[in-house]
Structure formats: C-alpha cells, structure tokens
C-alpha cells in the first residue's frame, strides 16, 4: 500500500514519475497481490514486476499490506550485482540531463533527481529487454474505446519521406487516417490543427528538433486533449529510452520494424484497430 511519500510523489509534479509508475502506485492500495496486479502490466514479465515493486519499497514510496496473508504479500527482490550496476550506470548517464530540465519553472532537488533517475533507469532497463525480444515496447494501460478506432487519426512525424509513405500506408491499411510532418515545426502546426490526433508516432532525429523536446512539448500542453506518444527511432540506447520515459512518451518502436510489430502497438494504445 501506499506511505505517504508515495501519495507526496504522485502529486508532486518535479517527480517526473512515469506513467507506468503512477499507474502502479495508484493500485497498489494495500488490497491487490502481486498476482493480483500482473494483469494490469503485460509489459512486465514477472522478474520485472517484483523488480519495479521491490524499487517502491525501497524508496519507501509503499509498504506492505497487513491485510493481505504471508503469501500474498510483496516482498522486496535483491538486485543481483550485474543489474544493480546496470540501473547505477543508466541513471548516472541521465542525471546530468535530468538535472537540466525545468520542471514547473523549478530545476529537481538532489534527492528528487536521484530517485527519478533510478525509478527511469529500471524502466529503461526493462524497455530494453523487451526492445531487444520484441522489437518494441509499451508502457502505457490500454486505450479506452472513446473513439471508432478506424475513425483514428494518427500524426506521423518522420524526416524521411519514403519512411513517412511506409508507415503511412500500414496504417491506411488498417483503416486509419494519417497525417504525415516532416519537421518538428511541421508536426507543432499539424498538433494545432483539428481534429486532434489520438496518437503521434514521433522520430527521435527531426532536421529542426530533437523529438524528445517535441515529446515535452506535447506533454506540456494542459487544457486539451493530449494524444499517445510512441517514439519511432533507431535509438535504441538505454539512457534514451530513460529519457522517453521520464518526458512521458507511451512506448518505443525502434526502427526497422515489421508491419505487425507497428499493427500490435498501435491496437493497444487505439483499442480495436
């Protein structure tokens, strides 16, 4: 269950906490097991679910249930040493760029950037795995039905124009609109035009912008209606998936990819596609 410093992080926007995290903090509250709460996270194999919830503890974010019997409680998973210097190594290498982020006009204090650090070194940690198996990685809950899914509309934000045409096409395919920009400058004005897009398909490497000031950008935007983000890229290092994690981005295709891998990401962020 939840301690109080768990509830503080939640609403602490200097956080930078993850979606996949908030998410799992949010249910854990002290009734749910570990088996209770695997279901809500398919990207998480088991030895990465105790992992993620052993860091919580750690961080004294939640605690155990006394509800729940001996069995059913979650208990905390020792790092092997190859991991730990894994997370150590991930979170030192974004420390810097963390520490450079404004976050609610205000920069992170020390012991908030070193938490963040490690909570995204370990999320990266398990992207990577599952980049490596798969191809791709999701960290978001599935989308809920508020739209026909072959109504959807889907911003692709690719430099390359023959790559943009590609992606393009599976998705008409499978019954979506498309909106292609070529620049970051691009993708801002399509962002503004209506309708909104449900979900933006966003390259790293843009000619104008790195995508990941994109990414902020679009999370900064409050009041509207904010869309998916999944980072179509090459980049693939551990430290940049940190950095898609922390700025809030719903998953990583890394390029190239076969056209199921962009079909089964895409149905599970726009349910029924």
Known sequence: MRTAAGEAAQ??????????FRRMLRLLDGSRSLADLAPDFPQLDPE???????????????????????????????????????VQKIAEEIRPWLAGKDIEHSRPRPAQLARTARLAAIEARTAAGSIGREGFFLNSEPGKKRVPA????????????????IIGKFLER????????????AAQAALREKPAPALVLLDVD?????????LEQIRAQ??????????????????????GVVLGADGYLTKPFRPEMLKQAVSHLLPGA
């Open 11 to 20: 609403a602490d926007p200097q956080s930078r906490m993850s979606p996949a």
């Open 48 to 86: 990465d679910l105790r992992l993620w919830i052993s860091e919580l503890l750690r961080q004294k974010m939640i605690k155990r249930a006394p509800s729940l019997t001996s069995s059913q409680r979650l208990r905390m998973r020792a790092n092997t040493p190859a991991m730990e210097m894994q």
């Open 150 to 165: 072959r109504s959807a509309l889907v911003l692709v934000v690719e430099d390359d124009p023959i790559q943009a045409k």
């Open 174 to 185: 499978d019954g979506h609109q498309v909106r292609v920009a070529h620049t970051g400058e």
């Open 206 to 214: 843009l000619p104008d912008m790195d995508g990941f000031a994109l």
């Open 222 to 243: 409050r009041g509207t209606q904010n869309p998916r983000v999944i980072m179509v890229t090459g980049h693939a290092a551990r430290a940049d998936i940190a950095k």
